[in-house]
């Protein structure tokens, strides 16, 4: 805010422990009340957002966590819940939206490099369900070379599918896997065949998630090939 000083310090990590390792041994030294991890390429609305943040916590002392909306050029992210993961689906909008309050565990899975802030989101609505989703914008959303979507492979992101499909919150209601283009039938059969091993979907729901997939690919195909012809 205008006029004050910041109380800041600075840590270097050693070595490269990715966005969760880098983040997570920030969070273990947290001295305040709220945390907020603003990203490289995001910036704040104007010098009254942290301000927002204080009066939003101060109406709502029982809350726990809160996901503020964001800008992306002149388009507003409203954030709001997407039945914990549809993955490739984004309703959040950036991760830098998040505010949680110093006692609640959250910290990030080191094993996710792409979906850190999905699962993170996911795990607080399970286990602080009193959060909430604010249409307050105070974050402006940047891009950049260096966003780990711009250099993440097919075959990392099916990885973390599959990390993700084996953890103990995960249902068949939780997951909609999309969002990998021309990939979107393999992910689709990833998710199924790790569920039905879990004994978590039939061998009948597992193939009619395939059906889909591909029904899926050949639409996104299609849907690309004419927005070429078109453009």
């Known amino acids: 805010m205008a006029g004050s000083k910041l109380n800041a310090r600075y840590l270097k990590n050693a070595r490269k422990q990715g966005v969760a390792g880098n983040s997570n041994n920030g969070l273990i030294q947290l001295t305040g009340d709220i945390f907020h991890i603003l990203h490289l390429d995001d910036q704040l609305v104007d010098e009254k957002s942290y301000k927002r943040v204080i009066e939003y916590f ?78 307050v914008g105070i974050i402006k959303y940047g891009e950049g070379p260096w966003q780990i979507q711009r250099n993440t492979t097919v075959e990392q992101l099916i990885l973390e599918l599959e990390h993700i499909v084996n953890k103990s919150y995960v249902t068949p209601t939780l997951i909609r896997a999309s969002g990998l283009g021309i990939k979107g039938a393999e992910s689709k059969r990833i998710i199924g065949q790790a569920l039905y091993n879990q004994g978590k979907i039939s061998s009948l729901q597992y193939r009619l998630r395939l059906f889909l997939g591909n029904f899926e690919e050949k639409l996104f195909a299609i849907k690309y090939y004419v927005l070429r012809i078109f453009k």
Request: hydrophobic letters at 35%.
């Open 58 to 135: 101060g109406k709502n002392d029982d809350a726990p966590w809160v996901f503020f909306a964001g800008f992306l050029g002149n388009s507003k992210y409203i954030p709001k819940s997407n039945n914990f993961i549809a993955l490739g689906q984004n309703t959040f909008g950036g991760p830098s939206g998040l505010f949680v309050k110093s006692h609640v565990e959250s910290l990030y899975d080191e094993d996710l490099r792409m979906y850190v802030d999905t699962d993170l989101i996911a795990r607080l609505q399970i286990d602080y369900p009193i959060g909430e989703f604010s249409d």
